[in-house]
């Protein structure tokens, strides 16, 4: 998966990312691969639950965070916007209320 999407890419691409739904997701590096499951949520509109899940994963990587606990952030974000019936951007929140303590956005 990876080497497939390097020859698009390019040589810079560190990760490719791929979510699963309730499979939870996995991340392939050219001499690794991670999988995190996913946080069991009840789904009432999955309207943005990529979008939070990204968002998720790309702070606890900007944050210096290791792959899998990035990966555990996304996973986190998207199972708290999943669980909210919303089709417009949840209040951070709402969204990081049940995953963190306070100062800390981490699951």
Known sequence: MFEAVR???GER???VVVTRGREGADAYAASSEVHVDAIAADQ???TGAGDAFTV???HGLLQGDDMVTALQAGAAWGAATVAQLRSIPVPWEE???PFHQSGDIRP
Do not use: Q, Y
Request: aromatic share 6%; glycine share 14%; hydrophobic share 60%.
């Open 56 to 58: 998720g994963l790309l």
């Open 13 to 15: 691409l560190k990760w």
């Open 95 to 97: 969204l990081a209320g």
């Open 7 to 9: 020859s698009v890419s």
């Open 44 to 46: 009432v509109d999955a």
